[in-house]
């Protein structure tokens, strides 16, 4: 037994010796870091091996070509980044990645609220999406069999109109844009484009990159899509592609479960899924710059479920009077909120 022992050490010792050699260089970089923080970053050469030359890149586009490097980064987006270094060294070229993930520079300002007002809100409603326009609240709601596209009354809850999607559609976020309805759905890869004035049905799309649908926005460019992950997607709104995204990260990590979302002065306010909470993201580089908790709203609801998926999820703007709205799904209320930064 002994003997195969010795020998089964003998065979790992030459494995490890054996790819310990096949290591000829390194890149050097951190993991994570603040995008206050310049980056450095270098290659070591081991073994003997002299590389002659390199090249750097940060997501594709080169940034160096020196062994050793310092960068500002204050420009980036957050999340993650891929570093390389294409090296050349006698007798041939190695490339090397680093996954690197870039963080807020600042911890999130904490608010608090007061209720301006209350308003009826259809308890029968799986809120999804609510979009404010004319005096008046629209709103998609979720589950297969019972998804819509409605408009509502604010003060009354009463749904003026009303379009059913087919049961085979979970319905997801809206977003008003350019005299366009548009909504997503869940699973099915696929978003609607409606008259916004009749719910007429233009045409459809499929999604890009992005799996899910859950909330959709705009600003003044382009719609704005989460997929229940950290990743908020820019779409064009007249291809439907999405183009680009960002990421929603903190001083120290991201915020998963993005769902119904609302575009407000440049940032982006986001609902997180089974939760009661608003987060504030800055719409150019991802960075969450504010934390509202709107547990205590579940206190002023009664009778209805307010735990699970019968969370908060609706935000809407009414940007001429400044005006905020929220509501949860199956909730009977729709709230007037005002923002306080502690």
């Given at each position: 037994m002994s003997a195969k022992i010795s020998a089964l050490f003998f065979t790992l010792s030459l494995i490890f010796i054996g790819c310990k050699e096949d290591i000829e260089f390194k890149l050097n970089s951190p993991q994570k870091i603040n995008i206050d923080k310049e980056l450095s970053f270098s290659v070591s050469e081991i073994n003997g091996k002299t590389i002659d030359s390199v090249k750097f890149y940060l997501d594709g586009k080169q940034i160096s070509s020196e062994l050793t490097n310092t960068i500002s980064i204050q420009d980036q987006v957050l999340?993650?980044?891929?570093?390389?270094?294409?090296?050349?060294?006698?007798?041939?070229?190695?490339?090397?990645?680093?996954?690197?993930?870039?963080?807020?520079?600042?911890?999130?300002?904490?608010?608090?609220?007061?209720?301006?007002?209350?308003?009826?809100?259809?308890?029968?409603?799986?809120?999804?999406?609510?979009?404010?326009?004319d005096g008046y609240l629209y709103e998609s709601t979720g589950q297969r069999g019972a998804s819509s596209i409605r408009k509502t009354n604010i003060k009354t809850g009463e749904v003026l109109q009303i379009k059913e999607l087919d049961s085979k559609y979970f319905g997801e976020g809206i977003t008003l844009f350019n005299n366009k309805l548009y909504q997503l759905t869940w699973q099915?890869?696929?978003g609607f484009v409606y008259d916004a004035n009749t719910f007429e049905q233009l045409s459809s799309f499929q999604y890009g990159n992005s799996k899910e649908g859950w909330g959709l926005t705009h600003n003044a460019k382009e719609l704005i899509k989460s997929d229940g992950t950290e990743r908020l997607w820019f779409l064009d709104p007249e291809t439907l592609e999405e183009t680009h995204y960002i990421e929603a990260y903190t001083n120290?990590?991201?915020?998963?479960s993005l769902n119904e979302i609302e575009y407000i002065d440049g940032k982006i306010y986001a609902n997180i899924w089974q939760k009661n909470t608003i987060i504030i993201i800055n719409a150019k580089n991802g960075t969450i710059e504010g934390v509202v908790n709107l547990n205590s709203l579940k206190e002023k609801i009664k009778g209805v479920k307010t735990t699970g998926d019968h969370v908060l999820n609706g935000i809407a703007y009414d940007a001429e009077n400044d005006r905020l709205f929220v509501t949860g799904k199956n909730w009977n209320k729709t709230f007037e909120i005002k923002l306080k930064k502690k």
């Amino acid at each position: 037994m002994s003997a195969k022992i010795s020998a089964l050490f003998f065979t790992l010792s030459l494995i490890f010796i054996g790819c310990k050699e096949d290591i000829e260089f390194k890149l050097n970089s951190p993991q994570k870091i603040n995008i206050d923080k310049e980056l450095s970053f270098s290659v070591s050469e081991i073994n003997g091996k002299t590389i002659d030359s390199v090249k750097f890149y940060l997501d594709g586009k080169q940034i160096s070509s020196e062994l050793t490097n310092t960068i500002s980064i204050q420009d980036q987006v957050l999340g993650i980044h891929t570093l390389s270094a294409l090296l050349y060294y006698e007798g041939g070229t190695k490339k090397l990645n680093n996954s690197i993930y870039f963080l807020a520079d600042q911890r999130p300002s904490i608010y608090s609220y007061e209720i301006v007002n209350s308003f009826p809100h259809d308890a029968n409603a799986f809120t999804q999406g609510l979009e404010y326009k004319d005096g008046y609240l629209y709103e998609s709601t979720g589950q297969r069999g019972a998804s819509s596209i409605r408009k509502t009354n604010i003060k009354t809850g009463e749904v003026l109109q009303i379009k059913e999607l087919d049961s085979k559609y979970f319905g997801e976020g809206i977003t008003l844009f350019n005299n366009k309805l548009y909504q997503l759905t869940w699973q099915a890869g696929i978003g609607f484009v409606y008259d916004a004035n009749t719910f007429e049905q233009l045409s459809s799309f499929q999604y890009g990159n992005s799996k899910e649908g859950w909330g959709l926005t705009h600003n003044a460019k382009e719609l704005i899509k989460s997929d229940g992950t950290e990743r908020l997607w820019f779409l064009d709104p007249e291809t439907l592609e999405e183009t680009h995204y960002i990421e929603a990260y903190t001083n120290k990590r991201k915020a998963e479960s993005l769902n119904e979302i609302e575009y407000i002065d440049g940032k982006i306010y986001a609902n997180i899924w089974q939760k009661n909470t608003i987060i504030i993201i800055n719409a150019k580089n991802g960075t969450i710059e504010g934390v509202v908790n709107l547990n205590s709203l579940k206190e002023k609801i009664k009778g209805v479920k307010t735990t699970g998926d019968h969370v908060l999820n609706g935000i809407a703007y009414d940007a001429e009077n400044d005006r905020l709205f929220v509501t949860g799904k199956n909730w009977n209320k729709t709230f007037e909120i005002k923002l306080k930064k502690k």
